[in-house]
C-alpha cells in the first residue's frame, strides 16, 4: 500500500535555529498538507499546497513557516527561528479528491523538540 | 470557524460496545473522517461520511447526519487493542479535528 514518508523521525533543535521537515508524499497525488499535534493537545492544520503553491493556511501558518516543492518528489517544511512552543509531532499528509475516501494518508511524523 | 466536539474519554469492557459522538459546526463541509490515534503515532483512517446515513466496516460503523451536524462512530466487540485515542475530523478539503476522545477497554 502507498505511504507518505516523513524525515527526520525525531529532531532536536535549539531554540532560534532553523529547521526543515521533508516529506514524500504519495506518488500520484496532487494535494500535500502539514498538520501538527502538540502533546496532548488535537491535531491542528498548517497548510495546503495545491500546484505548486499553497492553497490555504491556518493562523498558525505565519511568517515563520514556509513551504516548498522542491522536486517532483519532495514536500518540506522549514521553520525559521525555531521557539519552545513549536515542538510538537509534524505530520504530513497527501491526498486526491477523485478517489475514495480522497486518499488521505498521514505519513508518521516528525517529533519536534525545542530546546 | 470550525469548532468539532467529542467527548475526552469513554472506558468500556472487552466485548462491549461504545458509541463515541461528534457535532460539528464549520464553514465549509464535505463530509466526516473517523481516524485512531495510539500515543506517539499517526492518525490511521478508520472511516469517511459525506451521505447521510451509516457506513458499516466490519466491527467499526460510522453514522452521519448533515442536518444536525453530528456523527457517532460505533465500536462492536471491543478488543483490548482499541484502547486508542479515536478522532473525528470535518472535511473541508483541509482536515479540522476534535480533540480526540480517548477510549480504555479493561478486561
Known amino acids: 500500500e502507498p505511504e507518505v514518508t516523513q524525515t527526520p523521525s525525531h529532531q532536536v533543535t535549539q531554540m532560534g535555529q532553523e529547521v526543515i521537515l521533508r516529506c514524500v508524499p504519495i506518488?500520484?497525488?496532487?494535494?500535500f498538507y502539514w498538520y501538527r499535534q502538540i502533546l496532548g493537545q488535537k491535531v491542528e492544520f498548517l497548510v495546503s499546497?495545491?500546484?505548486?503553491?499553497?492553497?490555504?493556511k491556518s493562523e498558525i501558518f505565519d511568517d515563520q513557516f514556509s513551504v516548498e516543492r522542491p522536486d517532483g518528489s519532495n514536500f518540506t517544511l522549514k521553520i525559521r527561528s525555531t521557539k519552545l512552543e513549536d515542538s510538537a509531532m509534524y505530520f504530513c499528509?497527501?491526498?486526491?479528491?477523485?478517489?475514495?475516501?480522497?486518499?488521505?494518508?498521514f505519513g508518521s511524523g516528525t517529533r519536534l523538540t525545542v530546546v | 470557524g470550525q469548532n468539532i466536539d467529542q467527548p475526552t474519554e469513554m472506558t468500556a469492557t472487552e466485548g462491549a460496545i461504545v458509541q463515541i459522538n461528534c457535532t460539528y459546526q464549520?464553514?465549509?463541509?464535505?463530509?466526516l473522517f473517523w481516524y485512531q490515534q495510539h500515543a506517539g503515532e499517526a492518525p490511521t483512517f478508520l472511516s469517511y461520511?459525506?451521505?447521510?446515513g451509516l457506513e458499516e466496516k466490519g466491527r467499526f460503523s460510522s453514522f452521519l447526519s448533515r442536518s444536525k451536524g453530528y456523527s457517532y462512530l460505533l465500536l462492536k466487540e471491543l478488543q483490548m487493542k482499541d484502547s486508542a485515542s479515536y478522532l473525528c475530523?470535518?472535511?473541508?478539503?483541509?482536515?479540522?479535528f476534535g480533540a480526540g476522545t480517548t477510549v480504555t477497554v479493561r478486561a
Open positions: 464549520t464553514s465549509g463541509f464535505n463530509g
Open positions: 499528509a497527501s491526498g486526491d479528491p477523485t478517489t475514495d475516501n480522497y486518499g488521505y494518508t
Open positions: 499546497f495545491y500546484n505548486n503553491e499553497i492553497s490555504e
Open positions: 506518488s500520484n497525488h496532487l494535494y
Open positions: 475530523a470535518a472535511h473541508d478539503y483541509k482536515l479540522s
Open positions: 461520511n459525506v451521505l447521510d
